[in-house]
Nanobody, 115 residues
Framework: QVQVVESGGGSVQPGGSLRLSCEVR????????MGWYRQSPGKERELVAI???????RYGDSVLGRFTISKDNAKNVVYLQMNNLKLEDTSVYYC?????????WGQGTQVTVSS
């Protein structure tokens, strides 16, 4: 069974850093597109960063210049390096993978930024 598994969430003070990881497990195929979204209570899920075919990368406006997405194609893993975290970055972060045309989501990992 194919699974999308996130890790690396936690609590950090404003200005701090965290690194999230997401792995597609159980598939012999490479996920051409992998990325991160986030959703806070009462808000819609929003794009954080996504990396597609040919290293095509897109970031949400609110994280541009602070977050960096990278992808290890050989391992079907995507990372999100989050620097200079702000209070408003607090959210549940979800990983999305597109595998052979199917959209797969992870269970989410909590990121809390507080002083």
């Amino acid at each position: 069974q194919v699974q999308v598994v996130e890790s690396g969430g936690g609590s950090v003070q404003p200005g701090g850093s965290l690194r999230l990881s997401c792995e597609v497990r159980g598939s012999i195929y490479s996920a051409n597109t992998m990325g991160w979204y986030r959703q806070s209570p009462g808000k819609e899920r929003e794009l954080v960063a996504i990396r597609g075919v040919g290293s095509n990368t897109r970031y949400g406006d609110s994280v541009l210049g602070r977050f960096t997405i990278s992808k290890d194609n050989a391992k079907n893993v995507v990372y999100l390096q989050m620097n200079n975290l702000k209070l408003e970055d607090t959210s549940v972060y979800y990983c999305k993978a597109i595998l052979r045309g199917h959209e797969l989501w992870g269970q989410g990992t909590q990121v809390t930024v507080s002083s």
